[in-house]
């Protein structure tokens, strides 16, 4: 059974850093792609970031790009995300997600098979 276990996630101010964690699971090679998620108060869930699992491509969306980085570690089979510069519109839960077939768009719910249980990420002003 394919589990996805995040991290990680906690209270910070303005400005702080956070890293988040997702360990899978329950598979027995390498997926397609991983990626984060997150999802605020009475907002839908969107698009943070994401990695290619082989050759490492790295999406971000624009509110991310810059402040977070996506990483992996493949004998691990984790991912991670390093967030700085926090902001308080950065609240959220934070959502862990694979895909384990190719997908044209990374940034899409669509593309991922397996979701983790989310994380909570508060930034006060």
């Known amino acids: 059974q394919v589990q996805l276990v995040e991290s990680g996630g906690g209270l910070v101010q303005a400005g702080g850093s956070l890293r988040l964690s997702c360990a899978t699971s329950?598979?027995?090679?390498?997926?397609?792609?991983m990626g984060w998620f997150r999802q605020a108060p009475g907002k839908e869930r969107e698009f943070v970031t994401a990695?290619?699992?082989?050759?490492?491509?790295?999406y971000y969306a624009d509110s991310a790009r810059g402040r977070f980085t996506i990483s992996r570690d493949n004998a691990k089979n984790t991912v991670y995300l390093q967030m700085n510069s926090l902001k308080p519109e950065d609240t959220a839960v934070y959502y862990c997600?694979?895909?384990?077939?190719?997908?044209?768009?990374?940034?899409?719910?669509?593309?991922?098979?397996?979701w983790g249980q989310g994380t909570q990420v508060t930034v006060s002003s």
């Open positions: 997600a694979a895909g384990a077939a190719w997908s044209p768009k990374s940034d899409s719910q669509r593309a991922y098979n397996y």
């Open positions: 329950g598979r027995t090679f390498s997926w397609y792609v």
């Open positions: 990695i290619r699992w082989s050759g490492g491509t790295r």
